[in-house]
């Protein structure tokens, strides 16, 4: 079972850059598929990226070209790196870990964008 913790949040201004870690604990994630999910409030939770174990990435259109989704399997830690932030990218952001269909979901870490 792996356990996710995600950190980086936090408020900053439109235009600005963030960086999102999630380490993980109680297993490698070397084989799972991640991904990043974010969920602003009163709306359903929706991807933002994935990567395979083998490096290939996949984006919403909505930050294609502004956020790069990475993983460092020595570390057991997965990043978002997020630039050109605007407001609609406000939200609680989530880690999720997928193997075989099982999920395992970080407690989040919000995100705020505005001036």
């Known amino acids: 079972q792996v356990q996710l913790v995600e950190s980086g949040g936090g408020l900053v201004q439109p235009g600005g850059s963030l960086r999102l870690s999630c380490a993980a604990s109680?297993?490698?994630?070397?084989?799972?598929?991640m991904g990043w999910y974010h969920q602003a409030a009163g709306k359903q939770r929706e991807l933002v990226a994935t990567?395979?174990?083998?490096?290939?990435?996949n984006y919403a259109d909505s930050v294609k070209g502004r956020f790069t989704i990475s993983r460092d399997n020595a570390k057991n830690t997965l990043y978002l790196q997020m630039n050109s932030l605007k407001p609609e990218d406000t939200a609680v952001y989530y880690c999720?870990?997928?193997?075989?269909?099982?999920?395992?979901w970080g407690k989040g870490t919000l995100v705020t964008v505005s001036p």
């Open positions: 990567i395979t174990s083998g490096g290939i990435t």
């Open positions: 999720n870990a997928n193997w075989a269909g099982i999920n395992y």
């Open positions: 109680g297993s490698t994630i070397s084989y799972y598929v």
